[in-house]
Nanobody, 119 residues
Framework: QVQLVESGGGLVQPGGSLRLSCAASGSILSIYAMGWYRQAPGKQRELVATITSSSGSTNYADSVKGRSSISRDNAKNTVYLQMTSLQPEDTATYYC????????????WGQGTQVTVSS
């Protein structure tokens, strides 16, 4: 089992920046990758960015590429999402995800943190 706790959401003005944090605990050695997803009201949950545990390989949604950066601190078992040039369309609940591949594909989710971009 993996437990995830997010922090760092809030209200930010258009053009502003925000950093989200996700602290993992439990069976962290089994995690293949961690990432961030978001869900706006009335929309499906979508990928924002992921980072693998072993190589640190990253992947970004086109909508955030170039203005977001995902990183990890293995010593703290924490993954960060730095977002810049935020726009109202970035408003959503952001969820941290951890994925296991062995013995089967298992996804763990945090409780979500709200990001609101508004003037």
């Amino acid at each position: 089992q993996v437990q995830l706790v997010e922090s760092g959401g809030g209200l930010v003005q258009p053009g502003g920046s925000l950093r989200l944090s996700c602290a993992a605990s439990g069976s962290i050695l089994s995690i293949y990758a961690m990432g961030w997803y978001r869900q706006a009201p009335g929309k499906q949950r979508e990928l924002v960015a992921t980072i693998t545990s072993s190589s640190g390989s990253t992947n970004y949604a086109d909508s955030v590429k170039g203005r977001s950066s995902i990183s990890r601190d293995n010593a703290k078992n924490t993954v960060y999402l730095q977002m810049t040039s935020l726009q109202p369309e970035d408003t959503a609940t952001y969820y941290c995800n951890a994925k296991e591949l062995v013995p089967r594909i298992t996804n763990y989710w945090g409780q979500g943190t709200q990001v609101t971009v508004s003037s």
